[in-house]
């Protein structure tokens, strides 16, 4: 090969990886607390996306963090799940509109627990419309909880700005009803109770469909094998891994 031809190739090789490199670094994000007080915690883990965490107080487990998803994209919002009360859900609704500069579309409940939905009227009385699964609605129903507004079967797709986000029911687990939320924007999936923790126990079983666990998480994780961020309904998010641990932590039980 001629030398000069050579040379050339070799620089032209370097600027794309060098390139290719510096774009890798740009899409690093580094998550940050962007809001705390006593009753709640909002951590940006992406660069659209931010952890809202509140808290119950169980017999069984003491306090818990009990964790929702928000994202956003030109000046709007969704929300998965709502803090656990409604003073809570009062905080956060203020913080995006005051600090974040967004409307809010929709709230998503993503099962009929209160750790969900507890802070449901505070986003009724914003006037901020809510969607759930149509089994959520029933149980709410029967629970004589606050009954979100509009009910979809199978999966449900709303508009964030210029992009998406969808929520889905994959099968029983955690509850009967159980759905995740999914932001392509950020490649960013909220399970919600339906997926655990690393080294987390299985946690409050009472509404719970053991023997269909692992076969559903086992669904999530084939319709999005490449997501980024996993965020679980309790404890620390992270990656596909938290898929990986619950479908083993419910294999094979009845």
């Not at 940050?32 to 009753?39: D, G, I, P, T």
């Not at 998965?80 to 967004?102: G, M």
């Not at 809010?104 to 993503?110: D, F, H, M």
Request: net charge neutral; hydrophobic share 40%.
């Amino acid at each position: 090969m001629n030398p000069i031809i050579k040379t050339l190739l070799v620089f032209v090789f370097f600027i794309a990886n060098s390139e290719d490199a510096i774009s890798q670094k740009r899409i690093v994000f580094n998550p940050k607390v962007v809001y705390n007080s006593k009753n709640l915690v909002v951590t940006q883990i992406a660069r659209n996306s931010f952890l809202h965490t509140s808290y119950k107080q169980t017999n069984d487990f003491g306090n818990v963090p009990c964790n929702g998803l928000l994202v956003r994209n030109s000046n709007e919002a969704i929300v998965f799940d709502t803090p656990t009360n409604n003073e809570s859900a009062d905080e956060l609704i203020h913080w995006v509109k005051n600090f974040l500069h967004c409307k809010i579309n929709a709230i998503i409940p993503t099962h009929f627990h209160d750790d969900c939905l507890g802070g449901l009227k505070a986003f009724h009385e914003s006037h901020i419309p809510s969607y759930a699964f149509f089994k959520t609605i029933e149980l709410a129903t029967i629970d004589s909880a606050e009954i979100p507004q509009n009910g979809f079967r199978d999966s449900l797709i709303l508009k964030i700005g210029n992009k998406i986000i969808v929520a889905k029911f994959f099968g029983e687990g955690h509850t009967k009803d159980n759905i995740v939320g999914y932001f392509p924007n950020d490649n960013i999936l909220f399970g919600g109770c339906l997926i655990k923790e690393l080294e987390a126990s299985k946690g409050y079983l009472g509404d719970a469909t053991i023997a269909d666990w692992s076969a559903t998480v086992e669904k999530v994780k084939t319709q999005y094998p490449n997501i980024k961020i996993v965020v679980p309904g309790h404890g620390d998010y992270g990656n596909k891994k938290l898929l990986h641990y619950t479908i083993q932590l419910f294999k094979n039980q009845k």
